[in-house]
């Protein structure tokens, strides 16, 4: 049990202070050369910043051997400090992802690795040459070792098909038909899977070797403690080969479809026909509106052999061995996106213990997050793991920390795990999808304000069972029957995926929770009885919702029948469908007379379930409100209301106080559980009617959490004093300010010459790289590349590349520090004389070390750097640190003398143009008389604010409405010193990029060209944007 504290009284001291397992659990990044000192250390950092622990995520760059004898003791070491920290040491189970091949180790043999079909106009004589392949998706696949299928006679007529057949070794074809071929390819080597491939997901025998691979090892090591201080195992992403179509019918390209050797048998067996005689019917559509069963069926089949060869093969193991199966798959969100990896993204959750999702770029993927917490609640299980915060760039500030973590609760989800922690930023690593939830960045040492409020929001949301009353019958396998070309099938298509999207949205929106029910699953959740709810494991729904489905299965149609006859509501939303199990049918037809048919309206739906909402929340004007979402649970005569907001502000430094008023069926006596400040505090409410209504001021990043206990008559607390404004103070500026670290110039641009060659233009040090890389034939540092622990033969330093950077001053500067990468293997030269490589610390990452340097005189200075090269060797950008200013315009960076007073406003145009760390800001005020204090702060550019009165500290801004409670100043002068806690955006971010659409930070986005690429510097604003104001209150009488 994750949770084992939720069967106990929920006390004071569990929500002030909640343990471990209520905390998030990064993903830390191990991908380098690994020391067991520095892991401490860094589990350290994670206990500071409020974690419960970590996920040991091996990632790009891991030196050390995967599943070695060092590397596990590496993992058991972690695990024993996890446990004397009482921290939780969650495992990953695979050498980066998609999870499977065991870091290439089970697909060294071909018998496990991936399979697909190609369905192909080309006939292909040399039956073991590798194939490159391209999809109509815009990537492209690569087989080998081809086996025919089947050679196929193909007669269209507008695009439908009107004839097929199976020919055979000789035989004719008929005039104007065309002949295709069916192959079925073994994936090929790829340096993303250590020069071996994926595996094959649809193959038993293939996961079987997986987890004896991987899960074996873990328990022979670690297993004494599965359950305890290691409670899960994460898998990433698993999927079958993409499916792919024809853009248009008629055209003569190639489709991609998953298989594997002995699909047509198992096909066989379920169905009592050949899949491969039928395979034009999964290409190209029928004519007349006819409906493929045979597609229908291919999608369905194929979705079981994946779920039952990989989560089912996995989540039995876990279960036998007590420890969680999580993680989350490809593509989850869109009917689109899971039909194409996984065929239905729900199936694979019957066998988590605990269901995952992920949620990159700060995406509001609704139907991924429900889909997974519609499973949790079925199967009763705990909680839903994410994946958040990935790709969200250096940037991200605790604003949207809270705000993707609130909503995401608010559906279920319990364990966050932060994407990601950074073990090293050596080479590449720097760029694997920032920002580095770690030690790297200024503010880590604050983040516990975050963790604290949802281990403190954990505590109560994982108690008692979800009041949930709608049902919805999920869509999916409706879509399954138009995977055809997409000129024949877009149109039904997007009128599917629109339909999902707005009924999730409409429902959650209009504050009516409900859960998707799968098909595939329901027979094994649910008998067919008479009963006036409709029992889908442990929920019972009040009302079924069949949202425009097309086809539904026999299973689903008995269930809904006996539910119906007992009295329980059934809507269908459009059309009732035609299809059972894509045969055409009148039976669905009948049911629907019985039931309610309402148009696909967000009006007429909302109408309809009105008896079914147990919460209203208006806002001040009286329209419901539009941008939160809730979760209601009940446990034994009391309930829990969390409440959060969805979306950002439109403009995030004008905080729009809103006055809601909520609306509670029942009569009860509702305690604010506030999670930021770890308080509990009676709530006023006005019992009307029956039920009971609340009025409460939100702002934009609130979220409300509320007890809701049997009413009892209590007296009303009488008001306090109010206090009234007496004075507006506007600090006033410039003011002096401290910084955390050195100043910065970013030295990524220079001259170059290779093997003692000529002098090149100065160029970009990643463009640099490249040019030397394909001049050497070398493989360019991208994503795609095989691990370092794969590849540990030493090369010959055979080549030298020499970098030099000029630095233009007007000002001497005294005691300058360059901080690089790898300086102990790099001869460094300042102005012509060569400088000994004196460590001096290091600069963000311990991988980024500091030397001193000779001063550097007004006018230019040069640096050069030679660096011997090898396929192995990062070229990385480099720093120039010290006490100064520096001025960018445009691509031209000078040093200029340091200011000793900043302005408010964007400190990067005030000699701060590349600052990476924590800026303080030190204001002195003067009182005319004693009074109460707050101080607001509204435009800033940081991730968070703290602030000290007098030497002591006062507390953070983070949040709207970006005011802090100063407590009473006496009379005359104070000093009033505020921390801006920055971010490393300027320094290691994508300052080049001048796509400001551009939201996918891999290392590509550091390598844009064409119109998406800039010399000149591409800077965010940080600071403190416009001056603070301190409002003087005093009592009223």
Excluded at 171 to 180: E, I, L, Q, Y
Excluded at 387 to 413: C, H, M, P, S
Excluded at 632 to 660: G, P, T, W
Aim: glycine share 6%; aromatic share 12%.
């Amino acid at each position: 049990m994750l949770y084992p504290k939720k069967m106990e009284k929920l006390t004071e001291e569990l929500f002030k202070d909640p343990p471990s397992e209520y905390r998030g659990a990064p993903f830390w990044a191990w991908n380098s050369k690994l020391n067991p000192n520095e892991l401490s250390e860094q589990i350290g950092a994670f206990k500071l910043m409020g974690m419960g622990g970590f996920h040991i995520h091996s990632r790009t760059g891991l030196a050390v051997n995967y599943l070695s004898n060092e590397f596990m003791n590496l993992v058991n070491f972690c695990n024993e400090k996890a446990k004397k920290e009482k921290m939780l040491c969650w495992l990953y189970d695979e050498d980066r992802w998609p999870s499977g091949f065991a870091g290439g180790y089970v697909t060294k043999d071909d018998g496990y690795r991936q399979r697909f079909l190609v369905f192909t106009p080309f006939e292909y004589d040399d039956l073991e040459k590798t194939v490159t392949h391209p999809t109509a998706l815009g990537d492209k696949i690569e087989g080998k070792k081809r086996k025919l299928l089947g050679k196929y006679e193909i007669s269209l007529k507008n695009g439908y098909l009107v004839h097929y057949k199976r020919l055979k070794d000789n035989g004719k074809v008929r005039n104007g038909s065309d002949v295709w071929w069916a192959y079925l390819e073994i994936a090929t080597d790829d340096p993303w899977f250590n020069n071996q491939s994926y595996v094959n997901t649809l193959d038993k025998h293939a996961i079987l070797r997986f987890l004896d691979i991987t899960h074996e090892k873990y328990y022979k090591e670690l297993g004494k403690d599965f359950g305890k201080s290691i409670p899960a195992i994460f898998t990433d992403e698993p999927q079958f080969a993409k499916k792919s179509c024809l853009p248009f019918s008629d055209e003569k390209k190639e489709v991609i479809l998953p298989f594997t050797d002995d699909l047509e048998e198992s096909y066989y067996n379920t169905y009592n026909e050949s899949l491969i005689d039928h395979l034009p019917e999964l290409i190209w559509e029928l004519p007349n509106d006819q409906v493929s069963v045979v597609r229908y069926r291919y999608h369905d089949h194929l979705t079981e052999r994946f779920v039952s060869a990989f989560a089912d093969t996995i989540g039995n193991w876990c279960e036998k061995h007590e420890i969680m199966l999580t993680g989350h798959l490809m593509e989850e969100p869109t009917l689109e996106s899971q039909t194409a990896a996984v065929g239905e993204a729900m199936r694979s959750y019957r066998s988590f213990q605990l269901p995952g999702i992920d949620m990159l770029c700060d995406w509001r993927e609704f139907s991924t997050a429900k889909q997974a917490q519609s499973a949790a609640h079925q199967y009763g299980r705990e909680g839903v793991l994410s994946e958040i915060y990935g790709v969200t760039n250096w940037d991200f500030d605790f604003r949207g920390y809270k705000l993707a973590g609130d909503w995401q609760a608010a559906l279920g989800v319990t364990v966050r795990v932060h994407h990601l922690t950074w073990y090293s930023m050596e080479g590449e690593a720097k760029r694997d999808y920032p920002p580095s939830i770690g030690y790297q960045i200024p503010w880590y040492k604050e983040y516990s304000l975050i963790e604290n409020h949802f281990s403190r929001l954990n505590t109560v949301l994982t108690r008692g069972k979800p009041v949930v009353r709608v049902g919805v019958i999920h869509p999916i396998e409706s879509y399954w029957l138009h995977w055809g070309p997409k000129d024949k099938t877009a149109t039904k298509r997007e009128e599917l995926e629109t339909n999902f999207k707005n009924i999730i949205e409409w429902l959650l929106f209009g504050l009516i929770d409900f859960d998707f029910i799968s098909e595939s699953l329901l027979p094994s959740l649910s008998e067919v009885q008479e009963k006036d709810t409709f029992q889908v494991g442990k929920m019972n729904y009040e009302v079924i919702i069949v949202p425009g489905c097309e086809t539904l299965r026999k299973t689903t149609l008995e269930r809904l029948y006996m539910f119906q006859k007992s009295g329980g509501k059934i809507i269908f939303l459009s059309e009732p469908p035609k299809f059972v199990d894509a045969f055409e049918t009148d039976r669905v037809k009948e049911l629907a007379k019985k039931s309610l048919i309402i148009p696909f309206s967000k009006s007429a739906l909302l109408q309809e379930l009105k008896q079914y909402k147990d919460i209203e929340i208006f806002k001040e004007d009286g329209m419901p409100s539009d941008n939160l979402f809730l979760q209601l649970r009940c446990e034994e005569d009391k309930r829990c209301l969390f409440i959060s907001h969805v979306y950002k502000m439109k403009n995030s430094d004008i905080a729009q106080k809103e006055k809601i008023s909520i609306i509670i069926k029942g009569i009860w006596d509702p305690v604010i559980y506030d999670t930021v400040n770890a308080e509990t505090k009676q709530c006023e409410a006005e019992i009307k009617n029956g039920t009971t209504m609340i009025k409460h001021d939100f702002y934009p990043h609130d979220s409300l959490l509320l007890e809701l206990k049997p009413f009892q008559p209590r007296k009303k607390e009488q008001k306090k004093n109010t206090l009234s404004p007496m004075k507006e103070i506007q600090i006033e500026e410039p003011v002096f300010y401290s910084l955390s670290e050195p100043n910065v110039v970013v030295l990524d641009m220079a001259e170059y010459s290779f093997d003692n060659g000529e002098w090149q233009s100065k160029e970009e040090i990643l463009r640099i790289d490249n040019k030397v890389r394909e001049l050497l034939g070398y493989p360019f540092r991208k994503k795609k590349v095989a691990q370092p622990w794969t590849n540990k033969e030493e090369e010959p330093y055979e080549h030298l590349l020499k970098l030099k950077y000029t630095i233009e001053s007007k000002i001497e500067v005294n005691d300058p520090l360059l901080a690089l990468e790898n300086p102990e293997n790099t001869k460094i030269i300042v102005n012509g004389k060569k400088v000994e490589s004196k460590l001096s610390g290091w600069f963000v990452d311990k991988c980024i070390k500091k030397v001193q340097i000779p001063n550097l005189p007004k006018g230019f200075s040069e640096i050069i750097l030679e660096i011997p090269f090898i396929s192995k060797t990062n070229i990385e950008w480099n720093y120039l640190l010290g006490d100064f200013g520096v001025e960018v315009r445009g691509k031209h960076v000078k040093i200029v003398e340091p200011k000793k007073e900043l302005s408010f406003g964007d400190w990067a145009n005030q000699g701060l143009p590349f600052y990476a760390g924590n800026i303080t800001y030190h204001c002195t005020i003067e009182c005319e008389e004693e009074g109460f204090a707050e101080l607001e702060v509204p435009h800033f550019r940081t991730a968070l604010l703290s602030v000290s009165v007098d030497g002591y500290e006062k507390g953070k801004i983070a949040f709207a409405p970006y005011t802090l409670a100063l407590g009473k100043l006496s009379k005359g002068k104070h000093t009033i010193d505020i921390t801006a806690y920055g971010n490393r955006i300027n320094a290691f971010g994508t300052i080049h990029n001048c796509d400001e659409t551009y939201s996918w930070f891999d290392p590509d986005a550091w390598r844009t060209t064409g119109n998406q690429w800039s010399y000149e510097y591409r800077l965010k604003p940080m600071g403190i944007l416009i001056s603070p104001k301190l409002i003087i209150k005093t009592s009223k009488d």
